[in-house]
């Protein structure tokens, strides 16, 4: 069951029951409840109500009735419209214009009349005693009745061969079906086509281009018989790699496969070219239909994929069909976009391998096929439970292996490790407080070393609140300097000096309403004397000459100017101030410059008699501080300075730090020790216990500790259970372990890919919040199915998050949008796509802000109430150290433990072992040569499988009105009662009953689109339905043969299949009308001549492409985008292909939907909305206007013309040939010859060329390249 | 060579056509036999070949042609032609009423409009200043206010305003025109858009031709020096190109002949003879040499203002379209740099501009219409997608409202002077006589002689109309 969020009422039955006895009344209405009723209520009723919704309607809409008191408590399709004494009732509902229905539809009821109705169902509805004898308006839907009414649903069984007059006709069995019918209607075939005819019909049949001259001769000049001449004609062409080119894109019209999206901006769809290369991969492979239908629709799921040669999953990439559907990127109503995009799939599935109209069946019961409503539900379950993914895809038989080994290293090495690693071998706790001391005493002395008179004064460094003194102009530097908490988070670290700095880069609100560079103005320092040689101070943004820039000004002139150097990281500048001492000097900074970086910063300015600013601080002083505090306190020199870089640097702001109370207490005097230090346990303990109560009211999704949740994980990034305590994170160079207990997508290697995704749940809160760690990978939230908001966040604001914190764990929040959508359903996604890892240790869903940042729990052990000294401080770090250690080796890690760990080992504070070093980096070179291994990958649009849901029936097809549940399972009429017991989505049962035997659909679908393709016209002209409302099969036996040759014989072989189409009698007819049968069969229904058949707009291009000599016959990759004419306009506008798409098949010509080309179009080419099975052919203008004025075509002829001006010593009548040739498969006749000449004669007078250029001069022989192309026997085969 | 040009089309006699048709007689016979033979005859298709012969209508047709002035971007009733004064009193307050999910979901307060209202003409009909010019012909109208759209985002509401359905892919209004009517122009297809620059989102598919033949698409004609696409021979002369389809003719003719004159290589040729006038006519049409100096100037011609030159022109040349017997015109608006008529915010500046392009155009169209005698024969439709909420989004505009909407119409069948539907009394919703896009589509094909329940293709499994299983007439607004 699906939870719906609008006003639900339930339905007792699906199809509405109907009273037979009307006025039924629990108790008898009053006299005066009768008269209300009379006066007020049924007039309304009658004028209002009665033209839909009684006895005098046809059918009375929504199944409801209300001129009868028991109707109306029976209700419609959507349950009771009145249930007396409820104002809820959905009549009342829906007289004050509710959210399911507004009635009268046309006109609001005015208040006075709806007060009557509210009145009157207080009353408890009274309604006079009468009879009447119900006209039943049950549902009259009998899906057994239509099921065996109807010859698809029953079949197909092999049919006894007819017998014919003329023996000597068929060459295949199949051809006894024709003939039977001919004779039956005293027609005759035609004769057998000539071998130049049936060759250029065979080429374009199969792999859609022309015969080369050369191959036309072979064929015509071959002395084997006619059948075992073409015979090897049709071998080559069917193991020929365009055959593949050819009918993967009769399947992409099936599938309505486009690179885009449609809609308002066109957005890409990503990886969609993956998905045709995969298509023209596999029937080049003649891969079985039946396995090909499985690859499609459940290719994720099968347990033995297949393979290509690189082990790379080609079923897989079947899936991607399902998701190149449009899509919206802002819908207002997220769940009808969901029933919207399920509809679509629902009706492609139906059609393509089912060729019948399924999605007919949304709103209610087939109208006239054996579908129900409920199938079509119980098929909407199946895509309910599937969900769209992005895969890595890597070679099989390598990846698992690898990863596998990689693994099982990880577990050794860590188990290793966690074994030998304790206080004696590594570091004591004792060892560990002493150089804590140590730092506290190299800190002291520095601490006095620096305060020590300085030569340098500062002039300014931006630490006060305000930028007292300076004077602005505009409002590009804000009101105040700039801080960390107030710089645009996008600049990152800036470098500045101290806590403040002025920039004007703007991000302040509400300074104006322009963000970014857009602002200018100026800063001026007051007027100062110099009495300094040296001017220093610190400069970043933009480097535009005079725009943005620092300048000082003595007396009126500008004498220093310096501009930024375009990076956002302050960088050192000084002046020599020696020719202006004891001048007044003023600094002006500049932001005169808009848009890309319009910007300029500067902090830190000091004078100094140096040029040189480090001179006091010299490595050489502090060397000798540290060496001088090692020897006092005993400890390693070396190690001492590696413990105070650490203690001392940035990485211990953070209050989670494990060492962040020791560096802010380092230098607090000892009788003011033990307050702070009660202070920050009492406000950790505090914003624990506040956490603890955010939390306790944020019920968890999951937490990775119990792993009790099913996630669903594709790929190979993410592990298929938490983190065990102590598993060593081998990504660096030193030793780090892994938070136990979280889930880590960089846990073998940032390198690998995947997804993870939580169960579908309901969302009841505001907010989605999850504690994470690390960087590069998008967490995100999926209502309803939902996921095009990456593009545009309209509507679905803070949907998505990318934790940019790889060292501390943080909450991170989806909220904004999110609270919008309470009451639908969705789940969260992790997507690791190589571009860093996540570590996701919760998720909960909450009403709550985010927990605060608080100090971390390690305080409540390090911090006892009598702590007053550092000593014993340092003494309490140094059991907390020993107590980590131990639970490192009994395996019972916990995250503060691996905080200090990891900050230990990062820097490598600690000395490990000899020994212990060398067997470990052996290892751990061995691990990394595993990494080194892992194999390049692609990326793949598919499906992934959620948890199995089954969809409720929509009434009406309204995803607001919810009815009964409908079990996933394929169409009744075809498999009965047979529900999928899979916990996942049951796609792979669907495709197995879509592809089982005893399915009537699925072969003869397939073998009359194949038919379709090599006559033009399938035995079922409508390809895609084979319903009651499609057309009958001209010869139903005919098409149950071939369906049993197809399954059985051939084994679903598609390439046999066309093969013994193509080598029958009846393929190889002659295809000129024969007059005399205009009245008998103008149509050509009964087979007895082949069809004249117009190119596709693919095959008229390829065609031009490969006379002219330009085509290119690479296969496969990324599309080639669409040559843009100047009509072709609209949002999402691509850039532009080149003019002859760079002589690329026009299979690989992008197909983006709202920029689809031209020339497709015009020649019926089918815009990708639905499935198509049958084209149109049509006749317009612009199919001749494009071939006349197409400025590709003109370019094509002259390719044309250039590539035979090659040979000069061809005579005109030898080029004429020879161009026909090339352009109709056959030779020129002697008038052709004659006209062409005529033609070239006339064109040469009027373009003035001389006689002798005759043959060398282009531009003729283009404009007869030209006409050729234009002509009907370029573009129609015969 | 020498195509004539003539406006009853067909090069082929009614004899020979039937002689070579394959919807002659002989399909009937056929089709006869092989219906008991459990064989239906092809889904309900009328001949692809010839799309454009004339078609019988329903019953005798109001209107000849349509005239669609598409309002991109959807313009706010509530400031055009709705005036609600309960919107000046509640100025600057919490919008009252409930109100739905919508696009932008940034709901500011309750916004009056900025512009003046003033009764015109006898019937009183008021506007806004916006429509000055327009609102001078005020008692030719039919005032529709209260229009609903299913759809509250532009590329779905399009969609459904062009094709009866959210969905891209259907055939549009003007391609069912061409359709149920075949065209009376033998130069010409029978559904014209003309583009002023803004392509609708959804772009060029709101006037496909979806499931029905391409035939019936709209051909757009740009503003640009070439105003169709491949209409311009790339010849250097007229002579090269003539000889070029000389010699074609010759070698298509011996091609037909060979075989047997199959029906769609005939008609594939006599495409090209439809295809050679086409690129004649149409430069010649869109030349308005020959229009006075006087209807220059009363379209706006020569004006200054943003637009407004390009919208005159576009009116122009469908006075134009509609003398040689086009079917259906639509006019897509100019940019004046506001994102069309969307105005989410600055809703002053954007409105005034996107008026000041369309005002003056639109009312001489109608005038010049009139003084030709055309009006009574043509059906002018002033619409947009969906209408804007009467309260504001952030602080100077609107958002998206499909609960109700003002169109009107004008000319052939309407009764003019005609106020229909009313909304609520801050213009957000429709409370009267709501109408849907499907009753303005059933209403448009009734004045064009089709019922718009029999006008159907058979497609999907379904007889598809273009309105669906909906639509009712709008009876009121009839003369």
């Known amino acids: 069951m699906r939870a719906t969020f609008a006003a639900v009422f339930l339905c007792a039955a699906y199809c509405s029951i109907c009273p037979t006895v009307v006025g039924q009344n629990a108790s008898k209405p009053t006299a005066k409840e009768i008269e209300f009723f009379e006066s007020k209520v049924r007039p309304l009723l009658v004028k209002h109500c009665y033209e839909c919704h009684s006895a005098k309607a046809k059918e009375p809409k929504g199944g409801l009735r209300v001129d009868g008191r028991a109707f109306l408590l029976a209700g419609g399709d959507t349950g009771p419209a009145i249930e007396p004494g409820n104002q809820d009732s959905l009549l009342l509902d829906a007289i004050g214009y509710g959210d399911i229905y507004q009635m009268p539809p046309k006109t609001k009821l005015p208040q006075p009349e709806i007060n009557v109705f509210k009145q009157w169902v207080k009353m408890g509805a009274p309604w006079p005693v009468e009879e009447t004898v119900a006209t039943t308006t049950a549902n009259n839907f009998d899906l057994q009745q239509r099921a065996s009414s109807h010859w698809v649903w029953t079949g197909p069984r092999q049919p006894r061969l007819p017998r014919v007059k003329n023996k000597s006709w068929p060459q295949q069995e199949l051809d006894h079906f024709i003939l039977e019918k001919l004779e039956d209607h005293d027609l005759q075939p035609n004769l057998q086509t000539s071998r130049a005819t049936l060759i250029r019909r065979a080429y374009f049949d199969v792999i859609g281009l022309p015969p080369t001259p050369a191959e036309v001769a072979a064929f015509v000049e071959n002395p084997e018989p006619f059948d075992i001449a073409f015979r090897q004609v049709v071998d080559q062409l069917l193991a020929s790699k365009h055959f593949g080119e050819r009918w993967a894109r009769h399947w992409m019209d099936l599938v309505r496969y486009g690179e885009s999206y449609g809609h308002e901006f066109d957005y890409t769809i990503p990886h969609a070219y993956k998905y045709r290369d995969y298509l023209i991969r596999a029937i080049n492979e003649d891969v079985p239909y039946d396995q090909f239908i499985t690859e499609q629709i459940a290719g994720d799921l099968m347990p033995a994929p297949r393979l290509d040669a690189n082990q790379i999953n080609q079923s897989l990439q079947g899936t991607g069909f399902w998701w190149m559907g449009e899509a919206v990127h802002a819908p207002v109503d997220v769940l009808q976009d969901e029933a919207d995009r399920i509809d679509n799939q629902i009706d492609v599935l139906g059609k393509t391998f089912l060729g019948v109209t399924v999605g007919c069946a949304r709103c209610h019961d087939h109208k006239f096929d054996a579908i129900s409503t409920k199938d079509y539900y119980a098929l909407a379950g199946f895509l309910q439970s599937s969900r769209r993914d992005i895969r890595a895809l890597y070679p099989a038989g390598t990846i698992k292996p690898l990863v596998q080994q990689m693994a099982q290293l990880q577990m050794k090495l860590s188990a290793k490790v966690a074994s030998d690693i304790s206080p004696n071998t590594v570091l004591g706790g004792k060892e560990f407080s002493r150089y804590l001391l140590a730092v506290r005493e190299v800190n002291r002395r520095k601490l006095q070393y620096d305060t020590t008179p300085d030569e340098a004064v500062v002039f300014e460094d931006f630490e006060n609140p305000d930028y007292e003194g300076w004077v602005m102009e505009g409002n590009a530097f804000g009101d105040r300097p700039i801080t960390k908490e107030t710089q645009a988070p996008y600049q990152g670290e800036q470098k500045a000096h101290g806590l403040g700095w002025a920039n004007s880069h703007n991000i302040r609100k509400p ?12 800063l001026l320092s007051p007027v100062f004397k110099i009495d300094h040689r040296y001017l220093h101070f610190l400069i970043c943004g933009g480097n535009h000459k005079e725009k943005t820039c620092v300048n000082l000004i003595i007396d009126g002139k500008q004498v220093f100017s310096q501009t930024g150097f375009n990076k956002n990281e302050f960088s050192p500048i000084h002046w020599d101030l020696e020719p202006y001492q004891g001048k007044m000097a003023q600094i002006v900074v500049v932001d005169e410059q808009e848009g890309s970086w319009g910007n300029i910063g500067i902090d830190h300015i000091l004078f100094s008699p140096h040029e040189n600013l480090s001179t006091k601080n010299s490595p050489e002083a502090q060397t000798k501080v540290i060496a001088e505090v090692a020897a006092e306190f005993k400890v390693a020199a070396d190690k001492l300075q590696l413990w105070f870089s650490a203690i001392i640097s940035k990485e211990t702001d953070p209050v989670q730090h494990p060492l962040h109370i020791w560096r802010k207490t380092i230098d607090v005097p000892t009788k003011n020790l033990n307050g702070q230090l009660q202070a920050a346990k009492k406000q950790s303990l505090d914003g624990l216990q506040k956490t603890a109560d955010m939390l306790s009211n944020s019920p968890q999704l999951d937490g990775f500790e119990q792993w009790a949740t099913q996630w669903y994980i594709q790929g190979e990034s993410f592990p298929i259970k938490p983190t065990p305590s102590g598993t060593l994170d081998l990504r660096g160079e030193v030793i780090q372990l892994f938070r136990t207990g979280s889930i880590h997508s960089g846990q073998l290697s940032n390198k690998l890919q995947g997804s993870f995704r939580s169960p579908t749940f309901e969302l009841n809160h505001n907010a989605i919040q999850m504690k994470l760690r690390g960087n590069g990978v998008e967490s995100r939230l999926i209502i309803d199915g939902f996921f095009l908001y990456r593009f545009n966040a309209l509507l679905f604001r803070g949907f998505s998050t990318t934790a940019n914190s790889p060292d501390a764990s943080r909450w991170h929040r989806l909220q904004g949008d999110v609270s919008r959508y309470q009451g639908h359903t969705g789940y969260v996604e992790f997507l690791d796509q190589g571009n860093g890892s996540i570590c996701i240790d919760d998720i909960r869903f909450t009403n709550e802000g985010s927990p605060p940042e608080i100090p971390t729990p390690l305080l409540q052990n390090l911090i006892t109430p009598q702590l007053d000294n550092h000593e014993a401080f340092a003494l309490s770090y140094g059991r907390q150290w020993e107590t980590a250690l131990e639970n490192w080796r009994t395996a019972q890690l916990n995250d503060e433990d691996v905080d200090l760990i990891n900050w230990a080992f990062k820097h490598t504070l600690i000395e490990v072992p000899e020994d ?12 990394r040569k595993l990494d080194s291994e892992i194999p390049k990958h692609e990326h793949v649009l598919v499906m992934a499988d959620g948890n199995g849901e089954n969809e409720d029936i929509f009434i009406r097809g309204n995803h607001r009105t919810a009815g009964e549940t409908a079990p996933r399972q394929l169409l009744t009429a075809i498999v009965g009662e047979k529900i999928t017991q899979s916990s996942g989505s049951g796609r792979l049962e669907l495709a197995a009953d879509i592809t089982d035997a005893n399915n009537p659909l699925t072969s003869r679908v397939m073998v009359n689109r194949i038919w379709h393709h090599l006559f033009g016209r399938g035995i079922v002209a409508s390809t895609n339905n084979f319903g009651v409302l499609g057309q009958r099969p001209s010869h139903p036996k ?102 002859d798409g760079a002589g690329r098949r026009s299979i690989y010509i992008s197909v983006r939907r709202n920029f689809i ?19 149109n052919v049509s006749n317009v203008p612009s199919q001749a206007l494009i071939l006349m004025n197409d400025p590709f075509v003109i370019e094509q002829s002259q390719v044309w013309a250039k590539r035979l001006s090659a040979n000069d010593k061809q005579t005109p009548a030898d080029r004429i040939d020879q161009m026909i040739r090339e352009a109709f498969g056959r030779p020129a ?33 283009a404009d007869l390249g030209h006409v050729l192309i234009n002509s009907k026997s370029f573009i129609y085969i015969d | 060579m020498n195509f004539p040009r003539n406006r009853s089309g067909s090069p082929l006699s009614r004899r020979q056509w039937l002689q070579r048709s394959a919807s002659g007689f002989g399909t009937l016979a056929l089709a006869n036999m092989l219906t008991n033979d459990g064989l239906a005859v092809d889904e309900g298709r009328r001949d692809t070949q010839k799309p454009f012969l004339p078609r019988a209508t329903h019953f005798p047709a109001k209107a000849k042609h349509i005239i669609y002035l598409y309002m991109d971007g959807a313009p706010s009733h509530v400031d055009i032609w709705d005036p609600k004064p309960r919107l000046a009193k509640d100025n600057g307050k919490p919008f009252s009423m409930k109100i739905e999910p919508t696009q932008f979901n940034n709901i500011g307060n309750t916004l009056a409009s900025p512009w003046k209202f003033q009764n015109y003409g006898e019937s009183g009909i008021p506007c806004s200043d916006l429509f000055k010019h327009t609102a001078q012909h005020v008692d030719k109208f039919a005032v529709i206010r209260s229009m609903t759209s299913n759809f509250s985002e532009h590329t779905n509401a399009n969609y459904f305003l062009h094709t009866g359905i959210g969905v891209q892919g259907r055939p549009s209004m003007g391609a069912w025109a061409g359709y149920g009517l075949g065209s009376e122009c033998a130069n010409l297809p029978a559904y014209v858009v003309l583009n002023g620059g803004l392509t609708p989102p959804g772009g060029l598919d709101n006037f496909g031709s979806g499931f029905l033949p391409a035939s019936y698409q709209g051909s757009v004609f740009g503003a640009s020096k070439e105003p169709v696409a491949y209409i311009q021979r790339r010849e250097a002369s007229a002579v090269l190109q003539e000889n070029k389809l000389a010699l074609l003719k010759k070698m298509d003719q011996r091609d037909s002949a060979r075989l047997n004159h199959e029906d769609q290589i005939e008609s594939a040729i006599a495409n090209y003879e439809l295809a050679y006038r086409m690129q004649n006519f149409v430069p010649e049409l869109t030349d308005f040499g020959n229009e006075s100096e006087a209807i220059q100037n009363l379209y706006g011609i020569h004006a200054k203002t943003k637009g407004t030159a390009i919208y005159a022109r576009q009116c122009l040349l469908a006075r134009r379209l509609v003398e040689e017997g086009v079917r259906f015109i639509e006019l897509t608006c100019p940019n004046v740099s506001h994102d069309r008529w969307d105005q989410h915010g ?38 947009a997608e969906f209408g804007r909420t009467p309260f504001a989004q952030g602080s100077n505009g609107r958002d998206h409202n499909p609960f109700g909407f003002t169109l009107w119409m004008c000319g052939a069948g309407i009764k003019g002077g005609t106020i229909h539907g009313a909304t609520d009394e801050y213009g957000y919703k429709a409370v009267e006589n709501k109408q849907s896009i499907h009753d303005l589509h059933a209403t448009m094909l009734h004045l064009m002689g089709i019922d718009h329940e029999q006008l159907t293709f058979r497609f999907s499994g379904r007889d598809m109309r273009l309105t669906d299983v909906h639509g009712e007439i709008i009876h009121d607004i009839l003369a």
Not at chain 1, 1097 to 1102: L, M, Q
Not at chain 1, 1157 to 1175: E, H, K, Q, V
């Open chain 1, 1157 to 1175: 080309a031209p020339l497709m179009l015009a020649f019926d080419t089918p815009a990708p909305f639905n499935s198509i099975g049958r084209r």
């Open chain 1, 1038 to 1139: 005919l098409l149950d043969h071939l369906a049993r040759r197809f399954s059985d014989e051939h084994q679903w072989s598609v390439k046999y299949m066309i093969k013994e189409i193509m080598l029958s009698s009846t393929y190889q007819l002659s295809s000129t009308p024969n007059p005399k049968y205009l009245d008998s069969d103008p149509n050509n229904f009964l087979l007895y001549r082949q069809n004249i058949r117009r190119l596709q707009g693919e095959a008229i291009r390829d065609n031009i492409i490969a006379v002219s000599g330009r085509l290119d016959k690479t296969l496969f990759g990324p599309s080639m985008p669409v040559y843009l004419t100047p009509f072709m306009t609209g949002r999402g506008r691509p850039k532009t292909g080149p003019l």
């Open chain 1, 511 to 522: 300074v104006g309403t322009k963000t970014g560079d857009s602002l200018k103005g100026r």
């Open chain 2, 346 to 383: 600055n809703l002053f500046a954007g409105h005034t501009d996107n008026a000041m392009a369309v005002d003056q155009p639109i009312a001489a169209l109608i005038t010049d219409l009139e003084q030709r005698g055309l009006l009574d024969e043509t059906l002018i439709i002033w619409s």
């Open chain 1, 1229 to 1261: 006749s002697k008038i052709e010859l004659a006209d062409a000449g005529d033609f070239l004669e006339i064109q040469r007078e009027q373009y003035g060329i001389a006689k002798e250029n005759l043959m060398t001069d282009i531009r003729l022989w």
């Open chain 1, 916 to 927: 212990m070093l060398a067997h470990l980096s052996d290892q751990w070179q061995q691990f």
